[in-house]
């Protein structure tokens, strides 16, 4: 089976190069090739995933990190504006892409009250999220289930402090629904692990946005950590067993699962060891098959795989394999071009799953200790 990462033979290490001036001209190219509209077309609304929305929400985060910073003349705070402001339409209803953080109408509404701090707009949110309740076949996992509301509503609780009392009792609504189809949440009728479509994401977003869940939630993390693979990977499901090389990505396997482990490490301390252990068992996977053919992006490429890295040579290596110049460099030398060919799904700019903005995301923080993820343990 072809690999599906690259294999690099050079013994040294890149660097990750200018990151600061490869931001600015990423964040100039996303306003001049995919700027702001008046009105936008149902097709081109995907909530945090793809689309303005996303757009928005990815630039608050950078204006609030670098409040000084001008792209074409303009500070951030006025492009996430700009981006959030434009028409979705009449018929912007909720359902259209489950209850997730892809689904618009909801990430509208909690991106919308994050930037304007306007209450009103948090108690429209508050009300959208109030008829999930009434639909059982809502799944509970982040893209297209309940899990990505919670994350919507901690965002709200993030941006707009005096929220609470508005989000807190959605937020203890949609906690208990999940808990109550738990621990054996299902997908499409499987049993999905990673953290997009899985346990480890559902359980992320239960106990960053109510931490005191997580003692009823340590025999899901305990089982969890157990089926960790000899290789240091998870599986993509339940019921594959040992065997086999699986999916090395933020969305399946060892990326999501490390983002996920150092994040909930302080609400589990009678599981710091082992999970001390399945962060290094887990890097080690995401270092030996993480550098990814598919063009980098966060969901699955490389920049989602960097950020799980160490900080130092390891990541910087990543960062630098990743950077403009030497992927174009290595797009006209590979003859089958396999390399770093589109995994958009057809979405430019799609704020998770394309190069420029999961990029910008990526340059963003990867000087952290231990950078997080756009749209999952960000805030």
């Known amino acids: 089976m072809e690999l599906r990462y690259i294999v690099l033979n050079s013994p040294s290490l ?24 008046s009105r936008y077309p149902h097709e081109a609304l995907q909530g945090l995933w793809s689309g303005p929305t996303g757009m928005a929400y990815l630039l608050l985060q950078v204006a609030t ?5 001008v792209i074409s003349g303009q500070p951030m705070s006025h492009w996430a504006q700009a981006y959030i402001s434009g028409s ?36 429209e949110f508050v009300s959208s999220v109030s008829q999930i309740l009434a639909v059982e076949e809502y799944p509970d996992e982040n893209l297209y289930g309940r899990a990505g509301t919670l994350y919507l509503l901690r965002m709200v609780r993030h941006w707009v402090p005096e929220s609470n009392p508005l989000v807190n009792s959605a937020i203890a609504e949609i906690s208990n629904t999940i808990l109550a189809h738990g621990p054996l949440w299902k997908w499409h009728g499987r049993r999905y692990l990673g953290a997009v479509h899985g346990d480890i994401g559902i359980v992320t977003q239960l106990v960053l946005t109510s931490p005191e869940l997580a003692p009823q939630l340590e025999p899901v993390v305990d089982r969890l950590l157990n089926m960790q693979l000899l290789d240091g990977n998870w599986p993509s499901a339940e019921g594959t067993g040992q065997n086999g090389k699986g999916l090395v990505q933020f969305c399946h396997g060892a990326p999501g699962f490390v983002t996920s482990l150092l994040s909930l490490r302080p609400h589990f301390p009678a599981l710091q060891d082992r999970i001390d252990e399945a ?15 598919k063009e980098p992006n966060l969901c699955h490429g490389i920049f989602g795989n960097a950020l799980t890295l160490p900080l130092g040579s390891q ?22 071009g396999t390399v770093f060919a589109r995994a958009d799904y057809g979405r430019s700019y799609s704020t998770l799953t394309s190069y420029t903005p999961g990029a910008v995301w990526t340059w963003l923080v990867c000087r952290e200790e231990e950078p997080r993820m756009l749209a999952y343990n960000d805030i």
């Open 315 to 336: 990541r910087e290596h990543f960062l630098g394999v990743a950077a403009p110049d030497n992927v174009s460099r290595m797009k006209k030398s590979d003859a089958t």
């Open 279 to 293: 962060v290094r068992k887990g890097r080690e996977c995401v270092w030996t098959e993480g550098l990814l053919k």
């Open 88 to 123: 979705r339409g009449h018929n912007l209803r909720l359902g259209s892409h489950g209850c997730g953080i892809s689904d618009e109408k909801l990430a509208f509404e909690a991106v919308r009250a994050s930037i304007s701090k306007d209450l009103r707009h948090v108690r």
């Open 14 to 37: 890149l660097s990750s190069g200018d990151i600061d001036t490869y931001m600015v001209a990423a964040l100039e190219e996303i306003v001049s090739n995919f700027p702001p509209r």
């Open 65 to 69: 990190h670098k409040p000084d910073l």
